[in-house]
């Protein structure tokens, strides 16, 4: 078996990707978008039409400026997830706009607008993973989120507080970055590293790890890979979302994947738990300088991304 085919034996593979093509490829259990890939998908010819659509049914409403644009990309969002839907069998993660992830109240809003819209394309919430920034009232709005039984996917996560404050919250799954973990620990330590000392595979394995020892149903989905090595250090972990670059790398290759993670070895260790007040997760979080640098920046880039596809939308909507 390919490394792919080994992997799905104690892993659940995602596909981290809009493009339909790549997903139909490699025949994952669920997919999960972002911002920046749905911008990237959208510069591909090939779905313009799933724009052009979204701009049609809406332009003529009675919304009007950025309500318009928010309205249309929303829409959007929802065109991409139901026609990933309709290659995986499992879910589909869909972001909200990251320039809300500051705001509980909105993001709850938002949450809600995206399962009604799925629910109108005929797609029931199980299949939709609402994704949200990993800020206090980001857990905050999850937790409202989890209790009308919209699950939702923590995204940017890089500490075991935030990771432990999602559990508390009852949320469906996380998150963690290894890549981007990674990619900190190489500028200021000023070298690579191996996969077996890769410090985002050390931060997602002791997430996993602290969950699985606590009992946590919470669903733990190693994200943002550098290198297949990084993936096969995981291998054992709930659910892994790869990039196609990476799953073709290990579909062409047959060598063994060891099991790394799980939760009967989880179970042996002695982890303390850990405060989950809002106090004690600002203070926590802050003394995180990794952690906190990362969220920050991977919501400023999400929200770039968010103001690109605006003006790519607003300049099809003044066509």
């Known amino acids: 078996m390919n490394q792919i085919d080994q992997l799905k034996q104690f892993t659940k593979v995602v596909a981290d990707t809009g493009d339909f093509g790549s997903i139909k490829e490699f025949a994952p259990q669920d997919a999960t978008t972002n911002p920046s890939l749905i911008l990237a998908a959208a510069g591909i010819e090939r779905y313009h039409e799933i724009l052009e659509h979204a701009v049609a049914d809406l332009k003529g409403s009675s919304l009007t400026g950025a309500k318009l644009i928010d309205s249309i990309t929303d829409h959007i969002l929802v065109l991409f997830g139901v026609e990933i839907l309709k290659i995986v069998p499992g879910r589909v993660s869909t972001e909200t706009d990251a320039r809300l992830s500051f705001d509980k109240d909105a993001l709850v809003a938002k949450g809600r607008d995206l399962i009604k819209l799925y629910k109108d394309h005929g797609i029931e919430k199980e299949r939709v993973l609402i994704k949200i920034a990993t800020t206090w009232e980001g857990i905050r709005a999850a937790e409202v989120l989890q209790k009308e039984g919209i699950n ?118 002695r982890i303390e738990k850990v405060a989950t007040d809002e106090k004690s997760f600002r203070w926590q979080f802050n003394e995180d300088a990794m952690a906190t640098e990362k969220t920050a920046e991977g919501i400023r880039q999400f929200a770039a991304d968010s103001v690109k596809l605006d003006k790519m939308i607003a300049g099809m909507v003044a066509k």
């Not at 995204?155 to 970055?177: D, H, N, R, Y």
């Not at 394995?205 to 297949?228: C, D, Q, W």
């Open 152 to 269: 939702t996917n923590l995204t940017l996560m890089f500490s075991v507080v935030q990771a432990a404050a999602c559990a508390e919250a009852g949320v469906k799954l996380i998150s963690p970055f290894v890549g981007r973990i990674l990619d900190w620990h190489k500028k200021a330590a000023g070298h690579d590293f191996a996969p077996h000392e890769d410090p985002g595979v050390a931060s997602t394995t002791k997430i996993y790890n602290y969950l699985k020892k606590h009992g946590s149903p919470m669903e733990v989905m190693g994200a943002s890979f550098r290198s297949k090595g990084e993936i096969l250090e995981l291998a054992g972990c709930d659910l892994l979302t790869i990039a196609p670059k990476l799953l073709a790398e290990l579909q062409k290759s047959e060598e063994p994947v060891t099991r790394k993670l799980s939760p009967e070895k989880a179970q042996e260790m």
